[in-house]
Nanobody, 119 residues
Framework: QVQLVESGGGLVQAGGSLRLSCLAS????????MGWFRQAPGKEREFVAD????????GYADSVKGRFTISKNNAKNMVYLQMNSLKPEDTAVYYC????????????WGQGTQVTVSS
């Protein structure tokens, strides 16, 4: 059983930056692909970024490409989301998720961290 705990959310002005962190425990971290998702009020949860177990392969939603960077530190069981040039439309609860690389569905989710971008 994998447990995920996010941190690093907060209030930031448009154009600013935040770095989200997610600490994983309970599994062999390098065997898990990790993802970041977000859910804004009144909207469905959406994919933001993902990274392979090794950390060598990444993917991004078009809406964040070029502004957000996902990274993974297998020695520390951590995954990060560096968010630059933030926009008010990035306001959402951000969730960290984990899946075994052979399985496409994310099985493990954190509790979420709020990101609010003011205009």
């Amino acid at each position: 059983q994998v447990q995920l705990v996010e941190s690093g959310g907060g209030l930031v002005q448009a154009g600013g930056s935040l770095r989200l962190s997610c600490l994983a425990s309970g599994g062999t971290f390098r065997r898990y692909a990790m993802g970041w998702f977000r859910q804004a009020p009144g909207k469905e949860r959406e994919f933001v970024a993902d990274i392979s177990g090794s950390g060598f392969s990444t993917g991004y939603a078009d809406s964040v490409k070029g502004r957000f960077t996902i990274s993974k530190n297998n020695a520390k069981n951590m995954v990060y989301l560096q968010m630059n040039s933030l926009k008010p439309e990035d306001t959402a609860v951000y969730y960290c998720a984990a899946r075994k690389e052979a399985i496409m569905m994310y099985d493990y989710w954190g509790q979420g961290t709020q990101v609010t971008v003011s205009s």
